[in-house]
């Protein structure tokens, strides 16, 4: 089993740009959670979907941010526009059912 | 909201000393989880607890569910230089839908 594939890992931008997060979840995993980790604030839910619906949005920080979910094997994060403050490790992690949550290795996002 | 307090938030010791850390909750979960999270990557599940009083191990690491549901443990034993780490706990609570909780960290280091 490959885990829960995250990419890029690492992601440079300027403020104002748009910066798009991927992430392909453990084959047959029914939730599929997008969160952030800071130092300040630790790891942050931002979003997670069951079969592919979106269920609860309501960590998105703003309209800036938003997340989609195609198909069972792939979801975007998207950042529009970026901001410096947007700076953070992006984690996709994926479940099934009620078992415990599976993390990718992250994207580190800095927005200079 | 939820929140999940733990202790202590870092700690230094000895190797082959043993370990113990705490995690306690406003509210009560129906299911905890212990994950590590290493320098540059994503927490890994290390133990899933899904009933009050459980007591569940793997290998050196043992953990329980608190029996008021609002607590839970971990301990880990003869500890080795590759135990350092950020140790997360989270609570969970599913009814159709789940959503993850997570502490706020124990980052333990190990003095070879």
């Known amino acids: 089993d490959a885990g829960v594939i995250q990419s890029p890992r690492h992601e440079v931008t300027e403020m104002g740009q748009e910066v798009t997060l991927r992430c392909k979840p453990i084959s047959g995993h029914d939730y599929l959670f997008w969160y952030r980790q800071t130092m300040m604030r630790g790891l942050e839910l931002l979003i997670y979907f069951n079969n592919n619906v979106p269920i609860d949005d309501s960590g998105m920080p703003e309209d800036r941010f938003s997340a989609k979910m195609p198909n069972a094997s792939f979801s975007t994060l998207k950042i529009q526009p970026s901001e410096p403050r947007d700076s953070a490790v992006y984690f996709c992690a994926s479940s099934l059912g009620s078992g415990g949550l599976y993390f990718g290795a992250g994207t580190r996002l800095s927005v200079l | 909201g939820q929140q999940l307090n733990q202790s202590p938030q870092s700690m230094f010791i000895q190797e082959g000393e043993d370990v113990s850390m705490n995690c306690t909750s406003s509210?009560?979960?129906?299911?905890w989880l212990w994950y590590k999270q290493d320098p540059g990557e994503g927490p890994v599940l290390l133990i899933a607890l899904y009933k009050a009083g459980e007591l569940t191990s793997n290998g050196r690491l043992t953990a329980q569910f608190g029996i008021t549901r609002k607590d839970s443990f971990l301990n880990i034993s003869a500890s080795i230089p590759s135990d350092v780490g950020i140790y997360f706990c989270?609570?969970?609570?599913?009814?159709?839908?789940?959503?993850?909780?997570f502490g706020t960290g124990t980052k333990l280091q190990v003095i070879p």
């Open positions: 989270a609570g969970m609570n599913s009814g159709g839908y789940q959503k993850v909780t």
């Open positions: 509210s009560i979960f129906n299911t």
